[in-house]
T-cell receptor, first 113, second 110 residues
Framework: SAVISQKPSRDICQRGTSLTIQCQVDSQVTMMFWYRQQPGQSLTLIATANQGSEATYESGFVIDKFPISRPNLTFSTLTVSNMSPEDSSIYLC??????????FGPGTRLTVT | DAKTTQPPSMDCAEGRAANLPCNHSTISGNEYVYWYRQIHSQGPQYIIHGLKNNETNEMASLIITEDRKSSTLILPHATLRDTAVYYCIVRVGYGNKLVFGAGTILRVKS
């Protein structure tokens, strides 16, 4: 199993600013994912962030808007840049440890005003 | 990955079995069926997965039809804490990303 923590748990930000979300895992994992969950919607994969390689973004998501860092096997950050109210969502970090299933963090609830 | 279809919502009486259906008629031979659930304001939680045989663990049972075009997740004795959104996902093996559909909102009522 894997225990995931995210910081901040929630934030209210002004449009045009940026927020960096941190994801910390209690064990070393290669495969890590970032998801977005808009209000009342299902989860949408933003990108896959494997340590040692550049993040791979899904259709509709670009690096300039959602830059990701993955400096080591237990940590990652997702930045939401130049925010607008449409970016108001829950952002979730997820990991896939070897030989087990995918685990999700508690999420970061972002409100952009 | 194959697409899944689930009813948008279901109700279940507390203590009764909850049977959640999922259609995945375009599933390929190497795709697994996964079930996750998301309790309000939490991250999704893994429940169970299977390829073609029925599976059971401490949380639930998974029944997959012989042609693998549909499956049913069974919570044998639903409690109020099982109220959540349940997602049926098909995925090629281990190590691939999970793609979520709309899911089924299960409401367990006393």
């Amino acid at each position: 199993s894997a225990v995931i923590s995210q910081k901040p748990s929630r934030d209210i930000c002004q449009r045009g600013t940026s927020l960096t979300i941190q994801c910390q895992v209690d064990s070393q994992v290669t495969m890590m994912f970032w998801y977005r969950q808009q209000p009342g919607q299902s989860l949408t994969l933003i990108a896959t962030a494997n340590q040692g390689s550049e993040a791979t973004y899904e259709s509709g998501f670009v690096i300039d808007k959602f830059p990701i860092s993955r400096p080591n096997l237990t940590f990652s950050t997702l930045t939401v840049s130049n925010m607008s109210p449409e970016d108001s969502s829950i952002y979730l970090c997820s990991v896939l440890p070897p030989g087990t299933e995918q685990y999700f963090g508690p999420g970061t609830r972002l409100t952009v005003t | 990955d194959a697409k899944t279809t689930q009813p948008p919502s279901m109700d279940c009486a507390e203590g009764r079995a909850a049977n959640l259906p999922c259609n995945h008629s375009t599933i390929s031979g190497n795709e697994y069926v996964y079930w996750y659930r998301q309790i309000h304001s939490q991250g999704p939680q893994y429940i169970i997965h299977g390829l073609k045989n029925n599976e059971t663990n401490e949380m639930a049972s998974l029944i997959i039809t012989e042609d693998r075009k549909s499956s049913t997740l069974i919570l044998p004795h639903a409690t109020l804490r099982d109220t959540a959104v349940y997602y049926c996902i098909v995925r090629v093996g281990y190590g691939n990303k999970l793609v979520f559909g709309a899911g089924t909102i299960l409401r367990v009522k006393s």
